[in-house]
């Protein structure tokens, strides 16, 4: 199994790193902000036993190369030597551990521990990349808690069968979302609840994470050893759980789309102790719901008939972003396909996005996609507006689409429950598009294509791959 550790990004490498040593080494790790370390990228909290059965305190220094392939000498801890004897000598470094996703031979691994002991650190260890893919390797939970993991190794190594089929398929479908994904704190709260639980809800406003969170769930119940994983659209479907199997079923817009549905939640009264059943049989269950619909749905809930709906714990409100996080989404997109010019640009703006409490995850994905910025006016005035009006700033986008593009987004809008099936066939919708809007099937064809993953999605579903929306909130703005 192997892992390609430079496209993570320092960041996320650091959260990798600190996320492995407390599961491996069973210590709570505390981070610190980059720009303010203090030569410490992360401590153990507290203190524990060192040699001679003294307490001690320790320092964590991550080390990222982003060249693949490469391997960590001396040379490139230069400048971490100072900082190691100040904090040895504040006694905050009786053991050094250096973490890096490079190679480390065994006479370079000798040589920095050396160095290092010899400026006051008691203890130097270093962990390269063998170590760090083994960690990897062997416990599912490691990945769970860092899903950006999955992106980049070959899934067939760690879930087999049927489950790896479900899980490409997922992949397929998230598109860049992976590759941006930041480990929120609301992820990490609905991670527990379902592990203790077996069942979560995550509530948010349209647009604020919550499929993308449920689908990392999925994976990560694939990766540990769910059978399948089951996406449900209406209480009548519980039918398709298979008594004794461990699966992952996932409703998506539990109690309505856009507004509290009764009769839904009246038909999901009656499944409730079918739910409990799946539950208490090994099944791991999220909802999902807009808050608004969930306030309107609590009351009519036979919490009696399914108790884990007592428990605050199993309700996450994934909106409630902190700005180190909103920062993270911002930082992950923008890196990821704006080009060097418009980077700079957008860098005077972004500490004003991120301190926005209106800031939403989709916020991320369209400062970071040229579709979305080619014609966008940087200043803060109008950044604000894109931030805590994000349905009238794509209304915005979709207008200024040239004729065979906004002929796409109206065919899939006419499509929305099922999709359009790609190769696009004849079909009344598609004529009445190419009529109205005076263009081609074949420019049709290609607009969905140059939308891909900026409006539109190409998915693989069982009949066939379909073309859907990207987000939702591009059928209210289209509309």
């Not at 038909?267 to 807009?290: D, K, M, P, Q, Y």
């Amino acid at each position: 199994m192997s892992y390609d550790l430079t496209q993570l990004g320092w960041k996320s490498f650091q959260d990798l790193a600190c996320a492995i040593l407390a599961e491996v080494l069973k210590r709570p790790v505390q981070t610190f902000l980059g720009s303010n370390d203090g030569g410490r990228d992360g401590a153990f909290l507290g203190t524990w036993i060192g040699e001679g059965g003294a307490t001690a305190k320790s320092t964590i220094q991550c080390k990222f190369i982003s060249k693949p392939g490469a391997t960590l000498g001396l040379a490139a801890l230069h400048d971490e030597l100072p900082k190691a004897a100040k904090l040895a000598a504040q006694g905050l470094a009786e053991d050094y551990v250096i973490v890096t996703n490079a190679g480390v031979s065994g006479e370079a691994d000798s040589q920095i521990c050396q160095v290092f002991q010899g400026v006051g650190v008691k203890t130097c260890r270093v962990l390269g990349s063998s170590w760090i893919i083994q960690q990897l390797t062997e416990n599912a939970k490691l990945r769970m808690l860092v899903p950006r993991v999955y992106g980049i190794g070959d899934l067939s190594h760690i879930i087999t069968g049927h489950g790896y089929k479900q899980a490409k398929a997922i992949l397929d479908s998230m598109g860049s979302d992976l590759s941006c994904f930041v480990p929120t704190e609301a992820y990490r709260q609905a991670l527990r609840a379902l592990h203790q639980h077996g069942f979560v809800i995550l509530l948010g406003d349209p647009a604020s994470g919550k499929s993308t969170i449920a689908a990392i769930l999925a994976l990560g119940a694939l990766d540990d050893a769910c059978l399948g994983a089951l996406k449900i659209n209406a209480p009548d479907q519980i039918s398709l759980w298979h008594p004794g199997e461990k699966q992952f079923l996932w409703v998506d817009d539990a109690f309505g789309p856009n507004q509290f549905d009764a009769a839904r939640m009246s038909r999901w009264n009656a499944e409730l102790g079918a739910l409990r059943a799946a539950v208490e049989g090994g099944a791991r269950i999220v909802f999902t719901s807009r808050n608004y619909i969930w306030e309107a749905a609590r009351p009519h809930l036979k919490t009696s008939a399914f108790p884990p709906l007592r428990e605050s714990q199993v309700v996450v409100n994934v909106h409630a972003l902190t700005e180190d996080e909103r920062a993270q989404m911002l930082y992950n997109h923008v890196r990821r396909a704006q080009p060097q010019k418009i980077r700079r640009r957008l860098k005077p703006l972004l500490a004003g996005v991120a301190a926005n409490k209106a800031f939403i995850p989709e916020t991320a994905r369209r400062l970071g996609d040229p579709l979305f910025t080619a014609k966008l006016v940087f200043t803060e005035e109008r950044f604000t507006r894109l931030v805590e009006h994000p349905v009238e700033f794509l209304t915005e986008v979709i207008e200024q689409l040239d004729d065979a593009s906004r002929a796409a987004v109206a065919l899939i809008f006419l499509n929305s429950q099922s999709g359009v099936p790609s190769p696009i066939t004849a079909s009344p919708a598609l004529d009445m598009v190419t009529r109205l809007m005076g263009v081609q099937p074949a420019d049709v064809a290609r607009a969905l294509q140059h939308l891909n993953d900026s409006l539109t999605r190409l998915t693989h579903q069982e009949d066939g791959p379909r073309w859907v929306f990207r987000h939702p909130t591009v059928t209210d703005a289209f509309a």
